[in-house]
């Protein structure tokens, strides 16, 4: 009936969820990658480039936890086939909005996973040339990896679960959440 439609996710309370990582665990972990960063980069300055919009939180908090100078813009990219899982083709949808010739690139992911985006991504942006190309990555899931990659600066590593929260999302929903939370197997597999 109308009432039941197969293709509608469906959207548990995020209470409802196991917290992974808390807000303050978050905030830790990033003041330490950042107090690390502004150590490698002493002196110099830096551009953060965030793939959207999963890392748009992260990279704000990076942002202001790096105390070298910095920059930052985004690229946005799409996988084909299902939005939850990458199908290994990579497009670019928005690319960097300054050059970063002769500059010193973080990207910026929330999750790095099988690799392929990550790996398209730095061959992309190793084309403009810049002085030195990192990855930082929120998460790491190491067992999922399909090509080889590796991020420079890692939050936290995890095994292959679905996540949400702390600008991840399911279907666009709970990128806002505070906290990164566990998203219940039974939906995520539907
Ligand atoms: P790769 O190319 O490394 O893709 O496979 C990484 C991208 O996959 C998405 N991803 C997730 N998104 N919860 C999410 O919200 C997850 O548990 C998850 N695992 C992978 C994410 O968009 C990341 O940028
Ligand atoms: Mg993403």
Known sequence: DAM?????PVFPSATTMDILFSREQI??????????????YA?????????????????ADLARAITVDNTFDF?????????????????????????IE???????????DTGLTLSYLRGLMLQHKPASLKIATCLDKPERRLVPIEADYTAFSIPNRFVIGYGMDYAEVYRNLADIRLFPEEVAGH
């Open 102 to 112: 002769g500059k010193h690139v973080i990207l910026v992911e929330d999750i790095l």
């Open 75 to 99: 690229v946005a990219v799409s996988s084909y086939g299902r939005a939850r899982v990458s199908s290994g083709a990579v497009k670019l949808i928005k690319d960097i909005d300054n050059p």
């Open 27 to 40: 905030a830790e972990r990033v003041a330490a990658i950042g107090a690390q960063i502004s150590t490698d």
């Open 43 to 59: 002196g110099q300055s830096v551009v953060l480039i965030g793939v959207l919009k999963g890392a748009a939180i992260f990279l």
């Open 4 to 8: 039941s439609n197969t293709s509608t």
